[in-house]
């Protein structure tokens, strides 16, 4: 629990998920006032946890380690063909560089406008019928983001918002630091 005048639970998300992105993988850490065993932990949120939400397995970790995000799997599941294939895939993947422009509003300030080489990002994208799915890295530089991709692939962010549901499918974490 946390300190002060309205104690809280301690738990931090290890990488945030975009608005609207639906998510079949995540993960949480925790911090406990008790020691419990992993079975536990996962059968106490599992019974306090909302209808459809559910935790498959907890680890237990040492609290001096920490690990952090190193890639992310995303499925974009679509009700009609992606605007793109698989040509237009091997055409980005064989780029050096695939540059977007970011913008970060903040209110009451300027539109900050920043040039990102994406490329870097990208271990894989594969074009089925109805889907894409897509490997990415995350660094210490960043990462990108499935519109981003979707974009540079040649699709428009109003055909991915309207026609399109995107969902992180797995995770993988740095070993233990």
């Given at each position: 629990?946390?300190?002060?005048?309205n104690?809280?639970?301690?738990?931090?998300?290890?990488?945030?998920?975009?608005?609207?992105?639906?998510?079949?993988?995540?993960?949480?850490?925790?911090?406990?006032?008790?020691?419990?065993?992993a079975?536990?932990?996962?059968?106490?949120?599992?019974?306090?946890?909302?209808?459809?939400?559910?935790v498959?397995r907890?680890?237990?970790?040492?609290?001096?380690?920490?690990r952090?995000?190193?890639?992310?799997?995303?499925?974009?599941?679509?009700?009609?063909?992606?605007?793109?294939?698989?040509?237009?895939?091997?055409?980005?993947?064989?780029?050096p560089?695939?540059?977007?422009r970011?913008?970060?509003?903040?209110t009451?300030?300027?539109v900050?406008?920043?040039?990102?080489?994406?490329?870097?990002?990208?271990?894989s994208?594969?074009?089925?019928?109805?889907s894409?799915?897509?490997?990415?890295?995350?660094?210490?530089?960043?990462?990108?983001r499935?519109?981003?991709?979707?974009?540079?692939?040649?699709?428009?962010?109003?055909?991915?918002?309207?026609d399109?549901?995107?969902?992180?499918?797995?995770m993988?974490?740095s070993?233990?630091?």
């Amino acid at each position: 629990m946390s300190e002060g005048f309205n104690p809280r639970q301690k738990i931090s998300l290890l990488l945030a998920r975009g608005v609207g992105v639906a998510s079949e993988s995540e993960f949480a850490e925790l911090d406990l006032d008790e020691w419990m065993s992993a079975g536990e932990v996962a059968r106490r949120l599992n019974e306090n946890l909302p209808e459809g939400l559910h935790v498959e397995r907890a680890v237990l970790g040492d609290p001096r380690e920490r690990r952090r995000v190193v890639g992310i799997d995303y499925r974009v599941s679509c009700r009609c063909a992606p605007p793109f294939g698989p040509a237009d895939v091997e055409t980005l993947l064989a780029q050096p560089e695939t540059h977007v422009r970011r913008e970060r509003r903040k209110t009451g300030k300027p539109v900050r406008v920043r040039d990102v080489d994406i490329r870097p990002f990208i271990r894989s994208i594969r074009v089925a019928a109805r889907s894409v799915e897509m490997s990415l890295a995350v660094t210490s530089d960043g990462t990108t983001r499935p519109e981003e991709i979707w974009e540079a692939l040649g699709g428009t962010a109003d055909t991915l918002l309207a026609d399109c549901t995107v969902t992180r499918t797995a995770m993988q974490l740095s070993p233990p630091v």
